[in-house]
């Protein structure tokens, strides 16, 4: 009797403990896990988080609506949602990093710039020429410091209208941006406006907010405005960033905007119908 008793109360443990098993969730699935770990790394390093700002905000934003939905995605959802959100992650990892290098490189320019007047000032020399008559007098000549000059963080010498764009780049944190051949360029992914249509979302205008502020202050600087796609939505967008700029004070006839077709693939948002607002390297 006993043993039957204890056999009755160790089956009744096994089908609670089953039963409990059974009602555990699942965890989330391996592609939420290595991107909530890929910011957690983001987050502890001080060179991302720290310059992060608007794309990091994103990629946050895209990981955690994706952790909390995937239950209630269909197969195809879900795997356009991973893409999204990697792409996001991958953009705000990237831009931060060059934002970093850049405000490095910019700070050791600094530091050059002021080792080069103090060696210069240390360097001043004064020369006497002595003369029977009239009386002696005294002839200072000043050694100049050398003309002002910027230096990348490898200490090569940088054209001053590129030291400038970098100087408006620190100007707008949290604004995806870099610099090429043409210029200053802001880049606008076609996540930035509303799904098939031309009007800007809020992240968008956080981010033109930030430019037209800068723009303001710098009345000399070009602007244009380039919109991938060959249909009318492009010109459209060109138009709508063009328009927001003008509201906030950056008047429209600085700026030119145009559609030059679709981008090629591979870019840093990897988005054909991405609107870019170029300040132009040639100003001044």
């Known amino acids: 009797m006993k043993t039957s008793s204890q056999h009755w109360i160790l089956a009744s443990a ?13 965890g989330p699935p391996p592609d939420v896990v290595r991107l909530q770990n890929d910011l957690d790394r983001m987050h502890s390093d001080p060179r991302i988080a720290s310059n992060g700002g608007a794309e990091l905000a994103n990629a946050d934003a895209a990981v955690d609506m994706l952790a909390r ?15 999204i959100a990697d792409k996001l992650v991958g953009i705000a990892e990237a831009s931060a990093l060059a934002r970093y290098s850049e405000q490095r490189g910019m700070q050791l320019g600094a ?3 002021r080792l080069l007047a103090q060696t210069a000032v240390t360097e001043t020399r004064t020369t006497t020429i002595v003369t029977e008559a009239p009386p002696p007098r005294t002839v200072v000549t000043t050694v100049a410091p050398p003309p002002r000059v910027v230096h990348t963080e490898t200490g090569e010498l940088m054209p001053r209208a590129r030291a400038e764009l970098m100087t408006m ?13 043409r210029g200053l ?17 809020p992240t968008a205008e956080q981010s033109l907010d930030s430019v037209a502020r800068v723009l303001r202050a710098d009345g000399d600087a070009g602007i244009a405005i380039e ?6 939505m492009a010109l459209r967008r060109a138009n709508a960033v063009r328009d927001y700029l003008d509201a906030r004070g950056v008047d429209s006839t600085r700026v030119s905007a145009r559609t030059i077709g679709y981008a090629p ?12 607002i170029v300040i132009r390297s040639d100003y001044r």
């Open 14 to 26: 096994i089908a609670l403990l089953v039963g409990a098993c059974a009602t555990v969730p699942p």
């Open 169 to 181: 780049q620190d100007q707008m944190p949290g604004v995806e941006s870099r610099l090429d051949a």
């Open 111 to 113: 530091e050059r710039e």
């Open 265 to 276: 693939r591979n870019t840093i948002a990897d988005n054909d119908r991405r609107v870019d």
């Open 227 to 232: 919109a991938y796609g060959d249909d009318g």
């Open 185 to 201: 360029v802001i880049r606008l992914g076609d996540f930035m406006f509303e799904p098939g249509r031309a009007e800007l979302t």
């Open 69 to 83: 939905n995937e239950r209630t995605l269909d197969r195809r959802q879900y795997q356009q949602g991973v893409y």
